[in-house]
């Protein structure tokens, strides 16, 4: 059974940082693009960032573009969210997520990642 663990959460005022983590096995990583997900109260989950395997090429959604960074450690398994400039709006659960498709438009379909983390809560404070 493929497991991602996630790791990094918190609270955090307005401005600050957090960087969370996620491991999975090493057959589901290098075969996987890994992304992050987010999901607001009352709100749908969202795409906020990928980065691919083949060439670890990140993409971002346009709210996080600029202060959100999407990194991988192939030798740790590791794929990292650095999030920087937090928002209030940012308060959301953030899963973690592997996703056989890389390229546009799937990467954006939420429907496409097949495995999922557990969550990790994230809490801006203004």
């Known amino acids: 059974q493929v497991q991602l663990v996630e790791s990094g959460g918190g609270l955090v005022q307005a401005g600050g940082s957090l960087r969370l983590s996620c491991t999975t096995s090493?057959?589901?990583?290098?075969?996987?693009?890994m992304g992050w997900v987010r999901q607001a109260p009352g709100k749908e989950r969202e795409f906020v960032a990928l980065i691919t395997w083949r060439h670890s090429t990140p993409h971002y959604a346009d709210s996080v573009r600029g202060r959100f960074t999407i990194s991988r450690d192939n030798a740790k398994n590791t794929v990292y969210l650095q999030m920087n400039s937090l928002k209030p709006e940012d308060t959301a659960v953030y899963y973690c997520?592997?996703?056989?498709?890389?390229?546009?438009?799937?990467?954006?379909?939420?429907?496409?990642?097949?495995?999922w983390g557990q969550g990790t809560q994230v809490t801006v404070s203004s």
């Open positions: 997520a592997a996703n056989p498709f890389e390229g546009d438009p799937y990467y954006r379909d939420l429907n496409k990642y097949d495995y």
């Open positions: 090493r057959g589901t990583f290098s075969r996987h693009a």
